[in-house]
């Protein structure tokens, strides 16, 4: 017993370094994963036609995602974790904002202070505590509210806001 033992540990060892690989979304090693391709930007008609709005949650955005959008110079974003991608990003003093959802970025337009909206969907933005800031990540709320859904859906998470280049 004690030598079937030591063969199999002698298999697991070299094993257990095998998954060394970070990167999100991707068992490979990230070299040789294929790009990302960004998400299309449609309307929220879109985006949400033919769907239960029930069980839409907030994605996060790759860096594909990302670059569609121009950066995050000069825009504030909110996260669901303190190091996930963002799942909301809005202009800091601009009229536009955008949200992924159903593997589609949706742009909505400003309607207030912390509201977005584009048709009946709407994204509400706040600080917890304090506003959102440059360079300093602090708790924020998400509110979502889907068209012709129940209820809205709340997320607590983090904002950040980005110095324009």
């Known amino acids: 017993m004690p030598r079937l033992l030591s063969l199999a540990l002698a298999f697991m060892v070299p094993l ?3 998954n ?12 040789f994963g294929a ?8 309307s929220a008609d879109e ?13 996060i955005m790759t860096n594909a995602d990302l ?3 121009g950066g995050l110079e000069g825009k504030c974003d909110v996260r669901l974790t303190k ?3 963002p799942s909301f990003v809005f202009e800091r003093a601009g009229q536009q904002g955008w949200i992924k959802l159903n593997q589609k970025l949706i742009p909505l337009a400003r309607a207030g202070e912390n509201l977005f909206v584009a048709g009946d969907l ?4 706040r600080g917890v505590d304090e506003p959102l800031e440059i360079d300093e990540q602090r708790e924020a ?12 859906l709340g997320f607590r998470g983090y904002g950040q806001c980005y110095e324009a280049e």
Not at 20 to 31: H, I, L, R
Not at 47 to 59: K, M, Y
Not at 122 to 125: C, G, R, S, Y
């Open 16 to 18: 257990s370094a095998c």
């Open 35 to 42: 790009a990302p391709t960004p998400a299309p930007v449609v």
């Open 67 to 69: 670059v569609v959008l």
């Open 122 to 125: 709407q994204v509400t933005i």
């Open 141 to 152: 709320e998400m509110i979502l509210l889907l068209p012709e859904a129940k209820d809205e």
């Open 83 to 85: 190091i996930a991608y």
């Open 20 to 31: 060394s690989n970070t990167a999100p979304g991707n068992d490979e090693e990230s070299q």
């Open 47 to 59: 985006a949400l036609d033919g769907i239960a709005v029930e069980v839409v949650q907030p994605e």
